[in-house]
């Protein structure tokens, strides 16, 4: 079955600092995968998407994903942290085989701390 | 902007009831989906639904039912209220048409405590 780690429940940072929040996947094919943000009491927020095109992708908030096939990973980073960051972060693939209606798989989420 | 409303932001129910928890897209998205959110445990499907009246089973669905009687609303259904189903309830849909599957769009949550 595929799955996604994310590595980390708790990342802490300093203000200004840079954010990397990792995420793995396991699948033999290269699937669609997705970082979304979650702030507190409300819905996830779409922050990028990777759909084979491009294997750096941008997002929005000034957060970037890159994509690394050899390593089954989709880290996602922002060179410089604000305040505004803290939130928690979740790390999602979908599957492309025998996946009707497009299913994604959640990683457990990674909590993002900002210090002043 | 795609709008996914739920009907509820908190609940309070007690232990046997029967739950309905309701949400609506705006968007005329042919998929919709229904997650609770667990600490530690991230997002699991419980059910979802790619057309009217189609439905399937998620990884989770012990304890739950669902309708979708009209492409727009998709209904949660706790058929007898337990505690150990205190949680987020996290609805979302996503655009799904001649292959091809957009990224999926939340709703704020339900926070459901059951007594």
């Known amino acids: 079955a595929q799955s996604v780690t994310q590595l980390g429940s708790h990342v802490s940072v300093s203000e200004g600092a840079l954010v990397l929040l990792r995420c793995n996947y396991s699948s033999s094919v290269p699937p669609y995968l997705f970082w979304y943000v979650q702030y507190p009491n409300q819905g996830l927020q779409l922050l990028l998407k990777y759909t084979s095109a491009a294997t750096l992708v941008k997002g929005i908030n000034g957060f970037e994903a890159e994509f690394k096939k050899s390593e089954t990973s989709f880290h996602l980073t922002k060179p410089s942290a604000h305040m505004s960051d803290a939130a928690e972060y979740f790390c999602?693939?979908?599957?492309?085989?025998?996946?009707?209606?497009?299913?994604?798989?959640f990683g457990q989420g990674t909590e993002l701390s900002v210090k002043p | 902007d795609v709008k996914v409303t739920q009907s509820s932001r908190y609940l309070v129910k007690r232990t046997g009831e029967k739950v309905f928890l309701e949400c609506v897209q705006d968007?005329?998205?042919?998929?919709m989906f229904w997650y609770r959110q667990d600490p530690g445990l991230g997002l699991r499907l419980i059910y979802f639904s790619y057309d009217v009246k189609m439905k399937e089973k998620g990884d989770i669905p012990e304890g739950y039912s669902v309708s979708r009687e009209k492409k727009e609303r998709f209904s949660l259904i706790l058929e007898s209220a337990s505690t150990n189903q205190t949680s987020m309830y996290l609805c979302?849909?996503?655009?799904?048409?001649?292959?091809?599957?957009?990224?999926?769009?939340f709703g704020d949550g339900t926070r459901l405590s059951i007594l």
């Open positions: 968007m005329d998205h042919e998929n």
């Open positions: 999602a693939v979908r599957p492309l085989i025998y996946n009707q209606g497009g299913k994604l798989i």
């Open positions: 979302a849909s996503s655009l799904g048409f001649a292959g091809y599957v957009g990224p999926q769009h």
